[in-house]
DNA sequence: GTGGGATTGTTGACAGCGTACACATGATCG
DNA sequence: CGATCATGTGTACGCTGTCAACAATCCCAC
C-alpha cells in the first residue's frame, strides 16, 4: 500500500507519486493535511527529494488542487451526461444548470477533503479554468457552467443582458453552500436537509439569475 | 506593543491577552496563521501557560474565531443603521437584505483574515448563533438575516412558504462570493468587478428567494 | 494569622515539520 | 569512455504543538 521497496536508484516517476500520495491524505483531512515528509515517506524516498519536483510545500499542495479540479469536473460531467435531451430547449438548458450544481454539490459532500483540496487553495481564475484541469471528456467545470448559461440565453429563459458574469452568481451560491456546509457553522447540517437545500439554492439561482 | 515585562507572577488576564493576539495573526493571515507559541510570546509569558486557558490550538483558534465572528456582526449592524427607514414596508425589507448582504461582504473584504476565521473554522450552529457572538447592539448576523427574511414576508414580497430555511440560501450566495474571491479562484479578480458582483448576487437572491 | 489546597505560570524535553547545504548516484550524450 | 546534469541521500537547523514535573501565588478554612 504504502512504503514500495524499490531497488533502483531513480524512482521513476517520483512527481506522479507524490502527488498521488498528496491526494490520498487530502482526501481525508483536507489540503492542510498534506504533509510533504509524509509524501515522500508513501513514496519511499527521503525527504528533500521531493525538492527535485516542486519548490516548495506549497507548490506540492497547488499540483495536489489541480487534480482535485479535475475530479471535480469529472463528477460534473458524469451529471450532465445524463440530461435528457429530448425535451424542449428551454428545459434542457435548465437541467443543464441544475446539472452542474448537483454534480457540484454531490462531488462536496462525497469528497470534502479533495472539494477543499481544489477550491480553498489560492489560484487564479485562468489557472482554475486551464483545461489540463479538465474532466475526462476535456471540458472544466467552469466551461460546462458557462455551456448551460448560453442555453439559457438561447432559449430564451435568461435576458442576454445578464449574461455576462452569470458564472460568478451561480458559482457563488452554490459554492457557498458547500462550504459552509463543509467547513463552516452549517458543519453538521442533517444530510437530507442539506440534499433539499442544495436543490433549493439551485432553485433560487434558476430564478434570480 | 508585543513583550509586556510583567512584574507579578500572574499575568492579569491570559486568557484575553492570547485571544487579543490570535487576532492579530488571523487579522494578517486567517486562521492557520494563528500559532500558540507566537501568542503566548507576544503576551510575555512562557508557551505552556497557555495550556492553563485552553485544552489545544483548536480551542484557541476557537475562542479567536468567536471573536471574529463578533466583528462580523458589527460591520453588519453598522450597514444596518444606515437604512433608510422611510419608504413603505417592502423597500425597507429589501434594503435590510441588502445591508445585511453588503456589510458581509464589505467585512470579507476589508478583513479577509478576521473573515476567513470567523467562517472557515469548523463550528456547529448554535455555536454561530449563541448571542455571545453578537455584535454591540446584541444580534448576531444570523438574527439580522432572519429579521430582513420576516420583514419581506411582512411586506408580502416573499411567500410565507418560502420562509423557512430562507436563511441558508441567502447566506450561502453571498458567503460563496465571499469565499471564491478570498481563498478561492476569483482571488484576484478587480476589486470594481468584484463589488458590482456582490451587488449583482444580493440581487439575485432578492429575486429568487 | 496561618496552613493547605487550588490556580496559574515556568522549565525541560520530545517528536514532527519544512527546508537549506553538501554529497552520492547514475543516465545521457559528446 | 568520460563529463555533465538530473535526481535521490544525509545531516542539520529552527520552528511548531504538547507532555510531565516543578514553582509561585492566591484564597479560604481554621
Redesign the pocket.
Known amino acids: 500500500m504504502s512504503a514500495p521497496q524499490?531497488s533502483?536508484?531513480?524512482?521513476?516517476?517520483?512527481?506522479q507519486a507524490l502527488v498521488g500520495a498528496g491526494l490520498e491524505m487530502a482526501r481525508e483531512s483536507g489540503p492542510d493535511a498534506?504533509?510533504?515528509?509524509?509524501?515522500?515517506?508513501r513514496a519511499?524516498?527521503?525527504?528533500?527529494?521531493?525538492?527535485?519536483?516542486?519548490?516548495?510545500?506549497?507548490?506540492?499542495v497547488g499540483a495536489v488542487s489541480d487534480a482535485a479540479l479535475g475530479a471535480v469536473a469529472e463528477a460534473i460531467e458524469e451529471e450532465w451526461e445524463r440530461i435528457d435531451r429530448r425535451g424542449d430547449a428551454a428545459a434542457v438548458a435548465h437541467a443543464e444548470l441544475e446539472a452542474v450544481g448537483i454534480g457540484y454539490l454531490r462531488f462536496a459532500r462525497d469528497e470534502p477533503g479533495l472539494f477543499r483540496a481544489a477550491f480553498t487553495v489560492p489560484r487564479d481564475l485562468e489557472s482554475a479554468l486551464s483545461p489540463d484541469k479538465a474532466g475526462p471528456r476535456g471540458r472544466t467545470p467552469f466551461e460546462l457552467l458557462g455551456i448551460a448559461l448560453d442555453d439559457l440565453v438561447a432559449a430564451g429563459e435568461l435576458p442576454a443582458e445578464r449574461r455576462p458574469g452569470a458564472e460568478l452568481l451561480a458559482w457563488s451560491a452554490v459554492h457557498g453552500l458547500a462550504m459552509l456546509a463543509l467547513e463552516g457553522p452549517l458543519h453538521d447540517l442533517d444530510p437530507e436537509l442539506a440534499r433539499q437545500t442544495g436543490r433549493r439554492v439551485i432553485g433560487m439561482v434558476d430564478r434570480g439569475l
Do not use: I, M
Not at 8 to 15: A, I, S, V
Open positions: 524499490r533502483t536508484y531513480r524512482h521513476g516517476d517520483l512527481r498534506v504533509v510533504l515528509r509524509e509524501a515522500t515517506r519511499g524516498v527521503s525527504p528533500n527529494a521531493a525538492y527535485r519536483h516542486f519548490a516548495d510545500r506549497t507548490a506540492l
